[in-house]
Nanobody, 115 residues
Framework: QVQLVESGGGLVQPGGSLRLSCAAS????????MGWYRQAPGKQRELVTT???????NYADSVKGRFTISRDNAKNTVYLQMNNLKSEDTAVYYC?????????WGQGTQVTVSS
C-alpha cells in the first residue's frame, strides 16, 4: 500500500508559478510510474503529466512548455513545476502512482488561478 500526500497548492495570479509536491510512503517509490491529474469543477479528471520509473515524461498538450514534472527517488517525491499559469489551470490536482495493475491516489491539492 502506497500513501501519497500532495502539497503546494494555493491561490496564484495569472502568469504566476506554483510548485506541487507529492510525497510517497509505504512502497518502493522508484518502481512506480508517477503522474499528476487534475479535475476542474463540473469536469472529468484529466491527465496532466506522467513520469515513468525510468524518467521518461509525457504532457498534455494544454500544459506543454509550461509545466515540468520531475522526481527525486531519494526523497520519494514527485514534483510539478507550473509556470505561466492560466485561469483554466484551476482545478484540484491529484498525484498518482502506478505499477502494473496497482494504482494509488493522493487526496488532492487545490490550485486556483485568479486575479
Amino acid at each position: 500500500q502506497v500513501q501519497l500526500v500532495e502539497s503546494g497548492g494555493g491561490l496564484v495570479q495569472p502568469g504566476g508559478s506554483l510548485r506541487l509536491s507529492c510525497a510517497a510512503s509505504g512502497g518502493i517509490f522508484s518502481i512506480y510510474d508517477m503522474g499528476w491529474y487534475r479535475q476542474a469543477p463540473g469536469k472529468q479528471r484529466e491527465l496532466v503529466t506522467t513520469i515513468t520509473s525510468g524518467g521518461s515524461t509525457n504532457y498534455a498538450d494544454s500544459v506543454k512548455g509550461r509545466f515540468t514534472i520531475s522526481r527525486d527517488n531519494a526523497k520519494n517525491t514527485v514534483y510539478l513545476q507550473m509556470n505561466n499559469l492560466k485561469s483554466e489551470d484551476t482545478a484540484v490536482y491529484y498525484c498518482n502512482a502506478r505499477a502494473g495493475e496497482l494504482t494509488f491516489w493522493g487526496q488532492g491539492t487545490q490550485v486556483t488561478v485568479s486575479s
